[in-house]
């Protein structure tokens, strides 16, 4: 997963951040899976009353919140919590353009994206086998580059495959 809900700037805290301002606890429910949901309630519980004991308490909670929120997040996903992230970390350029499509409400951009990048790198790895094919004659060495080359595309190909294939929040194994 890309450094995003995990960060404090990411979905996961912003939707905690405005539980924890009056929205409630609701507001960060939809991010936590089912079997995490009392865990959330009895944090946020504990958050909100911790809160009132001033700022130094209520920086302490605040934080504790989010780190419970994402770690219970993380493990609806499958996946291990490693601590929150800082804000302003570089998502690349397909997580923002998913976010514009859920807000237009379009997926051209994102599916423009997508394929203008598989399109590079199908060339360019198609290009590196080929051009070490020239030399694929050439002794056992030459030969072992070509080949590598040859199923490094291959398999590169099949778990892209596999994770397009894949469903939400599922790795493709």
């Given at each position: 997963?890309?450094?995003?809900?995990?960060?404090?700037?990411?979905?996961?805290?912003?939707?905690?951040?405005?539980?924890?301002?009056?929205?409630?606890?609701?507001?960060?429910?939809?991010?936590?899976?089912?079997?995490?949901?009392?865990?959330?309630?009895?944090?946020?519980?504990?958050?909100?009353?911790?809160?009132?004991?001033?700022?130094?308490?209520?920086?302490?909670?605040?934080?504790?919140?989010?780190?419970?929120?994402?770690?219970?997040?993380?493990?609806?996903?499958?996946?291990?919590?490693?601590?929150?992230?800082?804000?302003?970390?570089?998502?690349?350029?397909?997580?923002?353009?998913?976010?514009?499509?859920?807000?237009?409400?379009?997926?051209?951009?994102?599916?423009?994206?997508?394929?203008?990048?598989?399109?590079?790198?199908?060339?360019?790895?198609?290009?590196h086998a080929m051009a070490l094919q020239k030399h694929a004659?050439?002794?056992?060495?030459?030969?072992?580059?070509?080949?590598?080359?040859?199923?490094?595309?291959?398999?590169?190909?099949?778990?892209?495959?596999?994770?397009?294939?894949?469903?939400?929040?599922?790795?493709?194994?």
């Open positions: 997963m890309p450094p995003h809900c995990d960060s404090l700037d990411g979905p996961v805290v912003t939707a905690a951040r405005l539980a924890l301002e009056g929205r409630g606890v609701d507001h960060v429910l939809p991010y936590v899976p089912e079997e995490g949901e009392a865990e959330v309630r009895e944090a946020f519980g504990c958050a909100a009353e911790a809160r009132t004991l001033g700022p130094a308490a209520r920086d302490v909670a605040d934080r504790w919140f989010f780190e419970t929120v994402v770690r219970v997040h993380r493990a609806g996903e499958g996946a291990p919590f490693t601590g929150l992230k800082p804000a302003g970390l570089d998502t690349g350029p397909v997580i923002p353009a998913a976010e514009r499509a859920l807000g237009t409400g379009s997926p051209d951009e994102l599916t423009g994206l997508l394929c203008e990048i598989v399109r590079e790198q199908v060339h360019e790895r198609h290009g004659a050439d002794g056992v060495p030459a030969a072992r580059a070509h080949v590598q080359a040859g199923l490094g595309l291959q398999v590169w190909a099949h778990h892209l495959h596999r994770q397009a294939m894949a469903g939400a929040h599922e790795a493709a194994g």
